[in-house]
């Protein structure tokens, strides 16, 4: 080949340059088997001098290595900075990068209080291998691991040396050392790699989020042998109550009971022993003597068996008894004056005009009774653990008298829109509710009445705004809540033709449109026909269709002031009315 031609040169000159630089290239790490290494490392009195001049042992066991949990890793894949001039380049050997293979693990860890500590600048902080070791690394279940619960104690210890010793000398630790997992360990409180100092923590968090988790489990409190009312107890207390509230500097389980050193009551060195109280309970109440310690902290009024807690509960019980007797005799007294002044304004209201017939009215306790019950089940069944749940007994009961209920008001649904279409008096009624522009000339001039603008409100037909707002807000959400409904119910039929999110979706379509329909209610319909002062104590007109003759100026010869006869409302022909203010309600 002739060197003579350019390209040719620069090729040769390529090639050559890449076989010198393989040649003297350093073996990667990943290219040095474990043999290589062991050759220096196996040997036990192998030893270097570490950044703050202490001689260590860098011994490796091949036997110990080949029991961890890292059996089928290399030396090379962890310590993958190191080439065959080891250890002759004086290079020092850069520490393991465990996130390569952990990055979860490693991200909590910078988030806990040891990560912080080593990202601030302090060398001494924990690493990974301080607490899961380095060539040993076993899994937590291990009885021989560091992270073992019986040896947890010890492995903190290493760092925190009194706290270690206060806990192996607490309940929980002792309880640890014989074996018992569900005792409680440093984990257990500050958490696993994000662990967490909780020096200043809140009373909350400490009563709440951590002493709550174990004191507050039925099965370990009976494993135990502890009684299951302690966190319930302490929560009904002064100070249970302050913790709730958040209060700051409030008494926590901590601050009686001891952080670390946790003894049990009849414990003569326990801080809730009673030769200690008075002087734990003068911590923070300065001056606090046998009477005042020697009360209960825990609220025990049920089943307490001590002169106080059968006096506390006694007086509950009369007062209870008391309590139900007045009230009651009150709102029974206040109930009969009640109906007397109702009727007595129900016959006070002068010449009569016939405005809902008797199979409107049928309609509307239908619609109102349905309505009531789906509102009281619907929320019982969201909320199983409320006072309302309890009304219903169980939850199968609730369940079918809410679907019950639904039937009962999608049935209503339909029969009223058969009325509309094939009977005369419904498609009158629907025309009559019918939106038209004047009803928003009417709402402005209703609004310009409200704020003394105007002397008199708008004049309206049949309805006003506020019933056709009512109407057709009741038509959306017979419509809404029935469809959702009947997807919530017939969720597996659903489901073969839609995804599964599709019927999520209607159940919380479902639960908000139950929500704005009941304020509604409450908001606009009971102000309409309760609250408003020219109406309370109630519009009558759902008991028997009539209302004053007033409210109509302009009525037509079938609808004429009936004087208080029963005449039924044979067609609500076209009317001008005079409401209050925001409709006659009806």
């Not at 220096?40 to 036997?63: A, I, Q, R």
């Not at 619960?149 to 309880?175: I, M, P, W």
């Not at 008391?322 to 009651?328: E, K």
């Not at 005079?578 to 409709?583: D, N, Q, R, S, Y």
């Amino acid at each position: 080949m002739s060197l003579r031609n350019p390209i040719k040169l620069l090729l040769a000159g390529l090639v050559g340059a890449c076989i010198a630089t393989s040649a003297t290239a350093p073996v990667r790490a990943a290219e040095i088997a474990d043999d290589t290494c062991l050759q220096c490392h196996s040997d036990n009195t192998l030893t270097k001098t570490n950044k703050s001049g202490k001689e260590v042992s860098v011994f490796v066991e091949p036997s110990v290595l080949k029991a961890s949990v890292h059996k089928t890793k290399s030396c090379a894949a962890c310590h993958s900075d190191i080439t065959e001039k080891h250890p002759d380049d004086q290079v020092a050997v850069k520490p393991v990068e465990c996130r390569r293979c952990h990055e979860s693990h490693s991200a909590t860890y910078e988030a806990s209080a040891h990560g912080i500590a080593l990202k601030s600048g302090n060398d001494t902080a924990p690493v990974c291998a301080d607490c899961h070791g380095r060539h040993n690394v076993l899994p937590p279940h291990a009885p021989a691991s560091p992270l073992h619960f019986s040896n947890l104690a010890k492995t903190c210890g290493q760092c925190h040396v009194q706290e270690s010793e206060d806990v192996q000398a607490s309940v929980h630790g002792r309880a640890a050392a014989q074996g018992e997992r569900n005792s409680a360990t440093c984990i257990d409180c500050h958490n696993e790699h994000q662990i967490e100092s909780l020096k200043g923590a809140s009373a909350y968090k400490i009563s709440i989020e951590i002493c709550s988790k174990c004191h507050a489990s039925a099965s370990i409190n009976a494993k135990f042998h502890m009684p299951n009312d302690r966190v319930s107890t302490f929560l009904g207390s002064y100070h249970g109550l302050t913790v709730q509230g958040r209060t700051t500097g409030a008494a926590n389980c901590a601050s009686c009971h001891g952080y670390h050193k946790i003894l049990r009551s009849t414990d003569a060195n326990s801080s809730v022993n009673k030769s200690n109280l008075v002087k734990t309970c003068g911590r923070c109440h300065p001056g606090a003597t046998e009477n005042f310690a020697f009360s209960r902290v825990h609220t025990d009024e049920v089943t307490g068996s001590d002169e106080g807690a059968t006096a506390n509960r006694w007086v509950r019980r009369i007062y209870l008894a008391l309590i139900f007797a007045v009230v009651g005799a009150l709102s029974l007294h206040n109930l009969l004056a009640w109906l007397q002044s109702a009727i007595a304004a129900r016959r006070a209201r002068g010449p009569l005009a016939m405005r809902m017939s008797r199979g409107h009215r049928i309609q509307h306790f239908i619609l109102l009774s349905s309505f009531i019950l789906l509102a009281l089940t619907g929320f019982a069944l969201k909320y199983p653990d409320s006072w309302l749940a309890s009304m219903f007994v169980a939850e199968n009961i609730r369940r079918w008298v809410h679907r019950g209920s639904g039937v009962v008001l999608i049935g209503l649904g339909l029969f009223h829109l058969i009325h509309i279409i094939v009977t005369r008096e419904g498609r009158k009624l629907v025309y009559d509710f019918m939106p038209r522009w004047r009803d928003l000339g009417d709402m402005i001039t209703n609004l310009q009445y409200f704020t003394g603008r105007r002397e008199r409100p708008a004049k309206t037909g049949r309805f006003g705004y506020p019933e056709k707002l009512e109407y057709w807000a009741v038509v959306w959400g017979i419509v809404i809540m029935g469809v959702t409904g009947l997807m919530i119910w017939f969720k597996m039929d659903v489901t073969r033709f839609l995804p599964r999110w599709v019927v999520e979706l209607a159940v919380t379509v479902h639960y908000y449109e139950a929500i704005l329909a009941c304020l509604a209610i409450v908001v606009w319909h009971f102000y309409q026909v309760i609250f408003a002062p020219d109406v309370y104590p109630m519009n009558w007109a759902w008991w028997d269709g009539k209302v004053p003759e007033h409210w109509h100026e302009e009525e037509p010869s079938h609808d004429k002031p009936i004087n208080g006869q029963n005449t039924e409302l044979a067609d609500a022909g076209k009317s001008k009315v005079e409401p209050k203010a925001g409709g006659d309600g009806v």
